[in-house]
């Protein structure tokens, strides 16, 4: 076995890009060449029409990770993950009400892991890696806040107030989940037309995050540098390029 493949289960469009942008040139040079296919929410047979991304059930995942199992199952170089947000779980993920009642957010997140681990066992996944971002893709966001001057040029007032409204938080993975104090609400909240930018151009996130680049993301993101070891650890030391 030489290189390894990686299919990344992701949540949505913003999931996706951090997959192709970030993560995958990165970890090619470690031998894992990384997929990030987008759940299927919805199929309008009669239109001919697949939606993906988001949802309010977790059935969809399921669905989409059993498909994901049985086309790789015999294949030992090819490994399953996931990236779903901790904030606004579907309300039929499984332990969803037991695993927000814990304060602990490294904790939170190991809860709902091991849950979607569970699943994943008992669909038959011989080689699945669980992962739920603390607590959206926006935290990776917060990681370096004057980053989001490049996207927003004139919003520099805002940004800086953005940034005490976070400097309590000596980890901003720990940034809840509710939604007052998400980082996408904290982010709106200050800069109104996040969400409408966010809706209207999907690679807008994305060319800050690499800005701000991998190593720091990773050096200020615990949780998320735990889960990009563990993929650079799955191919053979001879795959990895120096």
């Not at 669980?130 to 989001?148: C, I, N, Q, R």
Request: net charge neutral; proline share 5%; charged share 25%.
């Amino acid at each position: 076995m030489s290189r390894v493949s990686v299919y990344c289960l992701v949540e949505g469009f913003s999931e996706a890009n951090l997959v192709k942008r970030l993560l995958a040139p990165h970890l090619s040079r470690h031998g894992v060449d990384i997929f990030a296919p987008m759940v299927t929410t919805r199929r309008d047979r009669k239109a001919g029409k697949v939606h993906k991304g988001g949802g309010a059930s977790f059935q969809p995942y399921r669905n989409d990770l059993e498909r994901l199992i049985k086309q790789w199952r015999g294949k030992p170089e090819v490994w399953i993950t996931t990236l779903m947000d901790v904030y606004a779980l579907p309300s039929d993920f499984p332990g969803r009400a037991d695993g927000y009642t814990l304060r602990d957010h490294h904790a939170k997140a190991a809860f709902f892991e091991g849950k979607i681990h569970e699943v994943a066992n008992e669909l038959g996944a011989p080689r699945f890696i669980p992962h739920l971002a603390l607590h959206e893709f926006e935290t990776l966001l917060l990681a370096d806040v004057a980053a989001l001057g490049t996207l927003f040029l004139d919003k520099g007032h805002e940004i800086q107030q953005l940034a005490q409204d976070i400097a309590a938080f000596p980890d901003v993975e720990a940034i809840n989940h509710t939604p007052q104090g998400s980082p996408s609400n904290r982010i709106a909240r200050r800069i109104p037309g996040y969400d409408r930018y966010k809706a209207n151009d999907q690679s807008g996130a994305i060319n800050v995050l690499e800005v701000v680049g991998l190593d720091a993301l990773r050096q200020r993101c615990q949780h998320f540098d735990a889960w990009i070891t563990r993929l650079e650890l799955l191919a053979p030391a001879e795959t990895i390029m120096t």
